[in-house]
């Protein structure tokens, strides 16, 4: 089985920063993508940001020039750089993967339970 822990959430000030992590464990073949997603009460998850495992990034508009993705292949985690915090960025943040657990599988999308993020104003 594969899981995903999510840690580096908690309270900050606006202008502050938080840096969050997500560790995949288990049995993986090959991670080809890790990213962060958000999702308030009542609505859909969003795309934070994502990363392929060769480096290439996607950031939502709400969160350019303020967040940084990267991720360290050899310990299967990804990172999330987040400054400059504004209020509007409170919420839950799931960590998300899409795993090949062996050569003869089919990637499948992975989540973390979430981690929770408050920036006070």
């Known amino acids: 089985q594969v899981q995903l822990v999510e840690s580096g959430g908690g309270l900050v000030q606006a202008g502050g920063s938080l840096r969050l992590s997500c560790a995949a464990s288990?049995?993986?073949?090959?991670?080809?993508?890790m990213g962060w997603y958000r999702q308030a009460p009542g609505k859909q998850r969003e795309l934070v940001a994502t990363?392929?495992?060769?480096?290439?990034?996607i950031y939502a508009d709400s969160v350019k020039g303020r967040f940084t993705i990267s991720r360290d292949n050899a310990k299967n985690t990804v990172y999330l750089q987040m400054n400059s915090l504004k209020p509007e960025d409170t919420i839950v943040y799931f960590c998300n993967a899409v795993i090949i657990t062996d050569r003869y599988s089919t990637p499948s999308n992975y989540w973390g339970r979430g981690t929770q993020v408050t920036v006070s104003s």
């Open positions: 990363i392929t495992s060769g480096g290439s990034t």
């Open positions: 288990g049995t993986i073949f090959r991670i080809n993508a």
